[in-house]
């Protein structure tokens, strides 16, 4: 079922409009608060859910498995790095999650698009996209392995 | 200029009695919109209930120190702070506003009752009114999701800008009618116009999240404490209990601060 906004919590800070990817999210003209503006373009993708500072976004379960009295919230933490979840069970079952979102500190080991010269005119009529064929190793011979391109499997999450 | 209480000038024009009891048909302007608005939303009922509620659910009940404390933390962090703010512009726009708009209404009461006030006085109203203007400015012209985010014009007006636009006129006009020599001349009548609408307008305006918002701060901190905390999930990684989980192994040489993820620049892509 698509998203929600309690308006009294939202406080229009724009991040759910900044992040839906189907963008549907706007703010209101007239009251300033967020609202979901095609509920039947909504993916559920809880990407504003977990992005809104204030929790103010909630999404209604589906009636079959989700009857009245259920709740599943969620809290993404960035500063510790984690996503929470609880789940409460109409019965009064509840369950939590914690899970990692990343195991490096925010803008380290991703590229920094904003230090990367833009592309030249060549570059953007090619096929190819960005960073490519470096990337994918395309332009070497021979078997493509991960040892052969020199890269290792890191281990655990890295964004 | 800034050392002369501009109310003191204007008593040979206008009895001290007369604005005396123009700032107390203010003050009860305010009590009367304010408790209008709490029977007109049920916004006590709702607070009320919503506490037996969460009481009621707490998975730990909360003894009355606990509850000051709590009241300590919400009085200190949210409303002399304004820690709900998480865009630090808005947070800076907003202490500016507030402390601002206190200095101006307690220096105004004051000169106002005791046209000998000390100088220090006059001063302290000239500050809280720029306060208020570079706080409120600031906000109106470049903070605010319309302009900052929705890329409105900042003239657009809805009737939500009630408060802010009352509040602005008022102390914007009040110091153009001090340093145009004060005394009852139009300025005056402009600036006492956006007065009377900024106390008068409360049960329309935003004025009354001054109260509101302390209150659902608590709450909020109430239900956190209490463990219901509106059921969001209450776990969190620095629990010595949560580290142990098979989950938090990757994190178990990460730093606890990650930095800001998303909210490491302004939500402005759209």
């Avoid at chain 1, 190819?128 to 190793?137: A, C, G, H, N, Q």
């Avoid at chain 2, 209150?215 to 109430?222: G, P, T």
Wanted: charged share 20%.
């Amino acid at each position: 079922m698509p998203t929600f906004v309690y308006m009294t919590r939202c406080d229009g800070c724009g991040h759910c409009v900044d992040i839906c990817p189907s963008d549907i999210m706007h703010i209101d003209k007239t009251y300033r608060r967020a609202y979901n503006i095609e509920p039947n373009m909504c993916w559920e993708c809880y990407s504003c859910v977990k992005a809104c500072p204030q929790h103010a976004i909630d999404v209604r379960g589906y009636a079959d498995f989700a009857p009245l009295g259920h709740s599943v919230r969620v809290h993404r933490d960035e500063q510790k790095g984690t996503i929470a979840w609880r789940i409460k069970f109409r019965n009064g079952t509840e369950k939590n999650f914690l899970s990692p979102i990343t195991t490096k500190p925010w803008g380290q080991a991703i590229p920094k698009l904003a230090d990367v010269p833009a592309p030249s005119k060549e570059m953007r009529d090619s096929q190819l996209l960005y960073d490519e064929p470096k990337s994918i190793r395309l332009d070497d011979g021979g078997l493509h392995t991960l040892q052969a391109a020199g890269l290792t499997l890191k281990k655990g999450v890295v964004y | 200029m800034f050392s002369i209480n501009p109310f003191a000038a204007l008593s040979a024009t206008l009895s001290p009695a007369v604005m005396q009891a123009y700032v107390v048909v203010m003050f009860l302007l305010v009590i009367a919109g304010t408790l209008f608005d709490v029977v007109h939303k049920g916004s006590a009922k709702y607070f009320f209930q919503n506490m037996r509620k969460s009481k009621a659910k707490g998975a730990r009940p909360l003894g009355g120190g606990e509850l000051v404390s709590i009241a300590v933390q919400t009085a200190v962090v949210d409303v002399l702070a304004s820690g709900e703010f998480c865009n630090p512009r808005r947070r800076v726009a907003h202490l500016l506003g507030m402390y601002g708009f206190v200095l101006y209404v307690l220096a105004t009461v004051v000169m106002v009752f005791n046209p000998a006030a000390g100088a220090i006085w006059a001063q302290l109203w000239w500050l809280g009114g720029l306060m208020v203007c570079v706080g409120g400015y600031w906000f109106w012209f470049f903070i605010r999701v319309d302009v900052a985010a929705e890329g409105n014009s900042p003239f657009r007006v809805v009737k939500a800008d009630l408060f802010i636009l009352s509040m602005l006129a008022s102390a914007t006009l009040g110091l153009v009618w001090a340093a145009t020599g004060g005394g009852a001349g139009v300025w005056f009548g402009l600036y006492i116009l956006a007065t009377t609408i900024l106390f008068g307008s409360v049960p329309w305006s935003k004025f009354a999240h001054m109260f509101f918002k302390p209150a659902a701060a608590f709450e909020k901190r109430v239900t956190r404490a209490d463990g219901t905390a509106e059921n969001l999930p209450t776990q969190t990684r620095d629990d010595p209990e949560q580290q142990k989980r098979h989950s938090m192994e990757l994190l178990q040489n990460a730093p606890m601060d990650m930095g800001l993820g998303i909210k490491r620049e302004a939500p402005r892509h759209y």
